[in-house]
C-alpha cells in the first residue's frame, strides 16, 4: 500500500523577509538535526563489521611483508573498542544519542522562540510599545554596552525572566512571552502533553543524571516511571517528540503568518520588503527516514 503522504503544508503570505528568514532558519535547524541523527545511527551501526576489516588488513599486510602478524597493533585494538562500544549502543537502542538529541530539541525551541521575537520587538514598532516592557527595570551601563540585536535579546531574556519563564514548563515556557505580542493562541492537546513531557524528561537528563525523581513521577504520571529507574529514550519517544515539535513550530508560523496578514503593515513595521515566497514545508522527512532505515535493519 502506498505511504499516505502528509497534506499539512505551511506557507507564508506577505510575511516580512526578516520573519521570513529566522522561520526558515529555524525550520532547517530542527531538520538537520534530525538528519545529523539519522546519520550517527547509521554510521555506528556499521562499526561492528569495521573491526574484522581493520585486522584482516593489518593481517594480509603481514603477509604482504612477510612479519609476524601483531594482533596488539593500536589500530586493532582501537578497532576493537570501537566495537565493543557500537554494539553495546545498537543493541540498547542508541540511549546516548536520543539523549543528547532530545537535550537539543528542547533547546532550539527555547532558542526559536526567544530569537523570533527579538526580532519582532526589531522591527516591529508597536510591539517596542507595550508595558511589559516598559515597566522593565534597566541597568543603563550592562543595556548602552549592547547593540541594536543584543539590546532586544536582553529585553525578551529580562520579560522571561520577569515572568518566572525558566520555572514553567512545556508551552507555558513559550506562551507565556508569545501572547505579550499578539502571538499567543490555543495548542493541541497532545502536542501541548508532549512537550510538557520533553520539557520533564530534558530536566532529569541534565539535572539529575537520568535519574527519575518524585518530581518527574508527580508530573508525568502517564510515563510510568518509577523513582529512581534511569530515563530511557529511544525511537518512538524520539519521534513523538519531533512531531510534537514540528506541530507547535508549525502553530507558531501560522500565527505569524495570520499577524501579518491582519496588520496595517505600513503603519506598524520598519522593513518594507515583504517575500511572496511559500515558507518551507515543515516536513518529517528526516524523521520518516529514520524511520525507515531503523526498521530496514529490524
Known amino acids: 500500500m502506498a505511504r499516505k503522504r502528509s497534506s499539512r503544508k505551511v506557507t507564508a503570505t506577505a510575511v516580512p523577509i526578516w520573519a521570513l528568514s529566522i522561520l526558515e532558519n529555524y525550520v532547517d535547524r530542527f531538520i538537520r538535526q534530525g538528519r545529523l541523527l539519522r546519520l550517527s545511527i547509521e554510521g555506528i551501526s556499521l562499526l561492528p563489521g569495521r573491526a574484522g576489516l581493520v585486522k584482516a588488513l593489518h593481517n ?15 589500530e586493532i585494538k582501537r578497532a ?8 553495546l549502543e545498537v543493541e540498547n537502542g542508541f540511549p546516548i544519542l536520543y539523549e543528547q538529541s532530545t537535550i537539543a530539541m528542547w533547546g532550539l525551541l527555547e532558542s526559536f522562540v526567544k530569537h ?21 527595570s534597566i541597568k543603563l551601563g550592562e543595556y548602552e554596552s549592547l547593540d541594536d540585536s543584543e539590546r532586544c535579546l536582553w529585553i525578551i531574556d529580562s520579560l522571561d525572566q520577569s515572568r518566572s519563564g525558566r520555572l514553567k514548563s512545556g508551552v507555558n515556557r513559550f506562551e507565556t512571552l508569545l501572547e505579550l505580542f499578539e502571538l499567543g493562541g490555543a495548542v493541541e492537546e497532545n502536542t501541548r502533553k508532549l512537550l510538557f ?30 523513582v529512581g529507574q534511569k530515563v530511557v529514550l529511544n525511537e518512538v519517544k524520539w519521534l513523538e517528540y519531533a512531531v510534537a515539535c514540528d506541530r507547535y513550530i508549525s502553530t507558531i508560523i ?6 501579518f496578514k491582519n496588520i496595517n503593515q505600513k503603519s506598524n513595521m520598519s522593513d518594507r520588503p515583504v517575500s511572496r515566497i511559500a515558507l518551507v514545508k515543515v516536513s518529517r522527512k528526516n524523521t520518516r527516514g529514520l524511520a525507515r532505515s531503523r526498521r530496514a535493519k529490524a
Open 80 to 87: 576493537e573498542k570501537d566495537r565493543k562500544f557500537a554494539q
Open 60 to 74: 594480509l599486510e603481514a603477509v604482504k611483508r612477510n612479519v609476524p602478524f601483531n594482533k596488539n597493533h593500536p
Open 254 to 259: 501560522g500565527r505569524v503568518t495570520l499577524y
Open 116 to 136: 523570533l521575537l527579538a526580532e519582532w520587538i526589531k522591527h516591529i514598532v508597536s510591539a517596542r510599545n507595550i508595558d511589559a516592557i516598559k515597566n522593565l
Open 197 to 226: 513531557e520533553l520539557s520533564k524528561v530534558r530536566n532529569v537528563i541534565v539535572h539529575k543524571s537520568g535519574i527519575i525523581d518524585r518530581q518527574f513521577v508527580s508530573a508525568c504520571p502517564w510515563y510510568g516511571a518509577i
